[in-house]
């Protein structure tokens, strides 16, 4: 069973500062790597995802991937207090079609303060 | 907006009753899953299509039960409702890339 590992926060950064969130996974064989935002009482919400080939950046949020301490981090540039929610690290499953279900980690808590 | 339509969005129920929630998507994709998110323990997958009548199980299937007889209606029965059940259900749904979609949620609590 695969595995994704987050560190439950809360994280607080100030208005402005740098967020960086990381989640770790157990299989080394993941190709690809998703990161949903939610809010409290919401759905989560797809931010991006990332291809093992390489890190992606949207906008003030850029996905870095370190294959050889498998890590895949989220940065927050500029953070907003509309950022604060809490963060979920997915990968995909492994078993038969359940390779196509996604396996979420517990999320990290992001308290962005004004 | 990927389409997805969950029913009841709010549940209350007895133990031992059984309870029916729909997630139901508008765009004819093959993949949709049930997921139940609890304080602690994340999201986690409890069962999911990959067609119509093509249903398997998840993580935590245990007192669940779907079905899927057509394209766009998945259900998720708790075929005995118990408390250790309450809990915020989510659908969710692939459509043409790796990434999923969720509906809104159903908060279902089993008093």
């Known amino acids: 069973q695969k595995e994704v590992e987050q560190n439950s926060g809360p994280l607080s950064v100030p208005e402005g500062a740098i967020a960086s969130l990381n989640c770790t996974y157990s299989d080394r064989g993941s190709q690809s790597f998703f990161w949903y935002r939610q809010y409290s009482g919401k759905s989560p919400e797809l931010i991006m995802f990332?291809?093992?080939?390489g890190d992606k950046e949207d906008g003030r949020f850029t996905a870095q991937l370190n294959k050889a301490s498998q890590y895949v981090s989220l940065l927050i540039r500029d953070s907003q207090p509309s950022d604060s929610a809490t963060y979920l690290c997915a990968v995909p499953g492994g078993k038969n079609q359940a390779g196509t279900a996604l396996i979420f980690g517990k999320g990290t808590t992001l308290s962005v303060s004004s | 907006d990927a389409g997805i339509t969950q029913s009841p969005r709010h549940k209350v129920t007895e133990t031992g009753t059984p309870v029916t929630l729909r997630c139901h998507q508008t765009e004819n994709h093959r993949y949709m899953y049930w997921y139940r998110q609890d304080p602690g323990h994340g999201l986690r997958l409890i069962h999911y299509s990959y067609g119509v009548k093509d249903t398997d199980k998840g993580e935590v299937s245990d007192g669940y039960s779907v079905s899927r007889s057509k394209t766009e209606d998945f259900l998720l029965t708790l075929e005995s409702a118990t408390s250790s059940q309450t809990s915020v259900y989510f659908c969710?749904?692939?459509?043409?890339?790796?990434?999923?979609?969720f509906g809104q949620g159903t908060r279902l609590t089993v008093v």
């Open positions: 969710a749904i692939r459509t043409t890339g790796p990434e999923a979609f």
């Open positions: 990332i291809y093992s080939n």
